[in-house]
């Protein structure tokens, strides 16, 4: 699926193990570059770069590094572990994410699809951002949902203590994912580094199936309606390989098309209020390293 040799290159990729981050991680590998896969189990990571090497033939160059994206402790260890062994970052792809019908709290005490889907890209993107800025052309892709066209900000319940409904804030923590694109873009303008968010469509996946009697609903409609974690996986790799978006930053992208995210994605004073807050939850519980 990708259009580049990218021998050379450095890429990772986080949720790297199963669905679309998998497909991402195996296709990105056949093009040559070395892929970091980023996973919460050791195991899993091992199984998946034996079927990518089984697949192969051996002709990959692939590591792993393991870590839960929802605690800020062990985005400083990936991010660390990192930047000791490699110098460069060609391509991030934030792709870890969760859904849950039922409010959890991360080890840090935060709401958890706003710890996972969000705080996540935002702490991890920063982390990295030294790497990142040595590496010429170097882009970060965020992977999205067209969930975001019903979110909203909701800055005055940000850890979603009041009338929890998981399919609300599933959405609003994909209106984040681009509000972060957007205001990083900003922020690297006028440097080589660019940064794209995007819906990768409604996909077969993993997604959702740790939420006890309520994983039935979502398979059946999975089973019904989904595209294949292959056609979903199209749109990330294409950002971040595709030479047709070269140069291209803070735009939100499906099917490989540049598309018109939600008015509310296009609020700058809010993106920018989020990534305040950000910067502030990052900080106070991560003994942030940025």
Known sequence: MADTNNTGKVILVTGATAGIGKVTAWELARTGATVVLVGRNSQKAKETIREILEDLHGNARLDAIIGDLSSLKDIQNVANIFKEKYSRLDVLINNAGGFFFNRLESVDGYEMTLALNHLNYFYLTK????????TPKARIVNVSSSAHYI???????LQRKKGYFGWRVYADSKLM??????????KLSGSHITTNSLHPGFVATNLGHENGLSTWAIKIGQRILAISPQAGARTSIYLATSSEVEGVSGKYFTRCQQQRPSLAAMDDRAANTLWELSEDLTRRNGNDQG
Not at 151 to 157: I, M, Q
Not at 177 to 186: G, K, P, S
């Open 127 to 134: 982390l990295l951002l030294d790497v990142i800025l040595q």
């Open 151 to 157: 979110g909203k900000a909701n800055f005055s319940d």
């Open 177 to 186: 994912n681009i509000y972060f694109t957007r205001v990083l873009a900003q």
